[in-house]
C-alpha cells in the first residue's frame, strides 16, 4: 500500500521556523517527482514547490523562494521542507505529493499520490 505521511506542522510566531517531514511507505521516493502543495481556508491548492526525479532541477514559487528548501533522504525515503522566516501568510495545511511522471510540475493534477497534510499556523 502506497502512503505519504506528513508531519512537523505547529503553530509558530511570525519569523520562525518550521521543518516537515513527508514519509513514504511502498514506494522509492527516488523514483518520483516530489511536490509540495499548501491549501489556505478558501483558496485553492497551490503548489509551491517542485522537485525532479534526480533532483537536478527544483521549482519554487516566488513567495517561498529563498525561504523554503525542499531536501530528500532518499535513504529514509523521507522528503522534507525546511521553513524560515515564515509569515502569516503561509498558514495553511501542507502536502507533500508524488508524481510519475518525468518533469516537475506544479498542478496537482499532476500527483498520483498525496499525503493527508499537515497544518501550519503562523500567529503572534
Known amino acids: 500500500q502506497v502512503q505519504l505521511v506528513e508531519s512537523g506542522g505547529g503553530l509558530v510566531q511570525p519569523g520562525g521556523s518550521l521543518r516537515l517531514s513527508c514519509v513514504a511507505s511502498g514506494m522509492s521516493l527516488d523514483q518520483y517527482v516530489i511536490g509540495w502543495f499548501r491549501q489556505a481556508p478558501g483558496k485553492a491548492r497551490e503548489g509551491i514547490i517542485s522537485?525532479?526525479?534526480?533532483?537536478?532541477?527544483?521549482y519554487y514559487k516566488d513567495s517561498v523562494d529563498g525561504r523554503f528548501t525542499v531536501s530528500r533522504d532518499n535513504a529514509k525515503n523521507t522528503v522534507y521542507l525546511q521553513m524560515n522566516y515564515l509569515r502569516v501568510e503561509d498558514s495553511a495545511v501542507y502536502y507533500c505529493?508524488?508524481?510519475?511522471?518525468?518533469?516537475?510540475?506544479?498542478?496537482?493534477?499532476?500527483?498520483?499520490?498525496w499525503g493527508q497534510g499537515t497544518q501550519v499556523t503562523v500567529s503572534s
Open positions: 522537485m525532479a526525479k534526480n533532483d537536478e532541477d527544483t
Open positions: 505529493a508524488a508524481a510519475s511522471g518525468i518533469t516537475i510540475a506544479t498542478m496537482p493534477e499532476a500527483y498520483d499520490y
